[in-house]
């Protein structure tokens, strides 16, 4: 709580009250004595760990709106285990604010979250780097709105870092310890203007670098530019820089290439995310490998763009990291369902339903099942695990669903898509497609998974998508993965 203790201590003087009368005609000099009192902490007002009072949105301390002439500088604390210090402030369209959390003490350790008006999380960090610093504990977030209104920020102590902002519940046991804050407008670049059309979406601040590898033709890189820059166009929010075996990485690193694998059919390639951010498990490095014969005949049926957009969402999160987020459930039983709320509410409006959850691909193995949205019910969308001829949109539901994983999106650049017609033969919970041919059927071997802890969390794994036949195409995607919840003490 920022301002749960305050500071008592020093000099009282005396004081002595004037002679007085007292009822029945008696006459006293009363004297007040006050005695010096020792230094001690005390309760400045209501906030004891079962009265956080400043922990929900409702309850947040309100710092203003935040302009080029009004700043925010302000000491703070943590005084308990489960402390949450919410903050309220405004800003206008378009602005950029900068949110430095510096840790105080050398056992503190804050972790910063932002939230829009209803809570749901927008961005979060919890060791910076804040710019120009050495790396330590103190959080960092640049975020540009785009749309005026009102926002929070939450500060907690690590591992405190999934409790409900609107509720105040959800708390686990934290750092805590002294922090300052400072919330800050950043100039426009180039001092202002922007001429020219106006009323477009803001650039995107989200940036998927490739790396080119061997064996792809020019016209096949193309494709993986074109789907890179599409998925740029869903997730348009900056997430904290990373470092990849030495490499700076702003905001993921995809490692493409054609590769010799076994020959026509069979494996087509492999993708997947390998490196993760601690806490967020968002990907920073992932690896797309197709084998080269098979690379032309997927780019000359047409298939081959929304082969490598579909396993870049993998690589991106999409049901390779549902399970560590805590938003999949019944897996494995006949009903998994995907419960991210901003993807439900799409599915919601779409399908003009009153479901709570997300129906997830619940037929064939271990990487179609789980993973995917169900075929029976999505039919062509781009993220089931069956796949028609194109086009296959990639629909408001999967945008929000990467806003469930912690990206930031923009929902009107999704692709058109409403509720199919029901269909009858060659759909339903067996899969199946669209009838208009065999699907592309996910099959994945099962692999072993290992995991390093260093800076962040490494998850080699060997994500295959193979070819029943010729006309059968294959698309994985990552079984969940189960570890224990990492200790502070791994990510140093």
Not at 314 to 324: A, C, P, Q
Not at 362 to 365: E, S
Not at 468 to 472: G, M, P
């Given at each position: 709580m920022g301002n749960w203790w305050r500071w008592l201590g020093g000099k009282v003087a005396r004081t002595t009250f004037p002679r007085t009368t007292i009822r029945g005609g008696l006459s006293q000099s009363a004297r007040l004595h006050v005695e010096e009192l020792e230094n001690r902490c005390v309760p400045a007002r209501l906030g004891t760990p079962l009265n956080d009072a400043?922990?929900?949105i409702a309850e947040a301390i309100n710092v203003g709106t935040i302009t080029d002439k009004h700043s925010v500088r302000r000491s703070a604390s943590l005084g308990f285990a489960t402390d949450v210090d919410m903050y309220r402030f405004s800003v206008a369209a378009g602005a950029t604010v900068e949110f430095i959390v510096q840790a105080r003490a050398p056992a503190t350790d804050p972790y910063l979250r932002l939230f829009d008006r209803r809570g749901n999380e927008l961005a979060f960090n919890d060791d910076g780097p804040i710019p120009n610093q050495p790396p330590g504990f103190s959080p960092y977030l640049k975020y540009q709105f785009s749309t005026a209104g009102t926002y929070y920020i939450g500060i907690s102590g690590y591992p405190n870092m999934n409790y409900d902002p609107i509720q105040g519940t959800g708390d686990v046991e934290g750092s805590t310890?002294?922090?300052?804050?400072?919330?800050?407008?950043?100039?426009?670049?180039?001092?202002?203007?922007?001429?020219?059309?106006?009323?477009?979406?803001?650039?995107?601040q989200f940036n998927i670098t490739l790396r080119r590898g061997s064996g792809l033709t020019d016209s096949q890189w193309q494709v993986f530019q074109q789907a890179a820059q599409r998925w740029e166009q869903i997730i348009v929010g900056d997430v904290p820089d990373a470092v990849y075996q030495g490499q700076p990485v702003d905001d993921i690193l995809i490692d493409a290439s054609g590769v010799p694998i076994d020959g026509t059919g069979g494996i087509l390639g492999q993708a997947g995310p390998d490196f993760l951010r601690l806490g967020s498990f968002l990907p920073i490095h992932g690896t797309m490998e197709f084998d080269t014969a098979d690379l032309a005949s997927m780019e000359q049926s047409g298939l081959l763009r929304d082969v490598i957009l579909h396993e870049m969402g993998?690589?991106?999160?999409?049901?390779?990291?549902?399970?560590?987020k805590g938003l999949l459930s019944g897996a494995g039983g006949p009903n998994p369902r995907f419960t991210g709320s901003q993807a439900t509410q799409q599915y919601r409006a779409i399908f003009n339903t009153n479901e709570t959850s997300v129906p997830v691909e619940?037929?064939?193995?271990g990487g179609t099942r789980d993973s995917h949205w169900r075929e029976s019910v999505f039919k062509n969308e781009l993220m089931t695990g069956y796949a028609d001829p194109p086009p296959n949109p990639l629909s408001r539901i999967t945008a929000a669903s990467m806003a469930d994983l912690g990206y930031v999106v923009n929902l009107n650049a999704a692709d058109p898509y409403s509720k199919p017609p029901f269909?009858?033969?060659?759909?339903?919970?067996?899969?199946?497609?669209?009838?208009?041919?065999?699907?592309?059927?996910?099959?994945?071997?099962?692999?072993?998974?290992?995991?390093?802890?260093?800076g962040a969390v490494h998850m080699p794994r060997l994500i295959t998508f193979t070819a029943?036949?010729?006309?059968?195409l294959a698309d994985i995607a990552a079984e969940p993965i189960r570890w224990p919840t990492p200790r502070r003490n791994e990510r140093r």
């Open positions: 400043d922990d929900t310890g002294p922090y300052s804050l400072i919330i800050k407008l950043v100039p426009p670049e180039g001092g202002g203007g922007g001429g020219g059309g106006g009323g477009g979406p803001p650039p995107s993998h690589v991106l999160g999409f049901g390779t990291i549902w399970d560590l619940n037929t064939g193995g269909r009858s033969g060659g759909g339903g919970n067996s899969g199946g497609g669209s009838g208009n041919g065999a699907p592309w059927r996910i099959v994945r071997p099962d692999h072993p998974i290992s995991k390093q802890v260093t029943d036949e010729l006309s059968r």
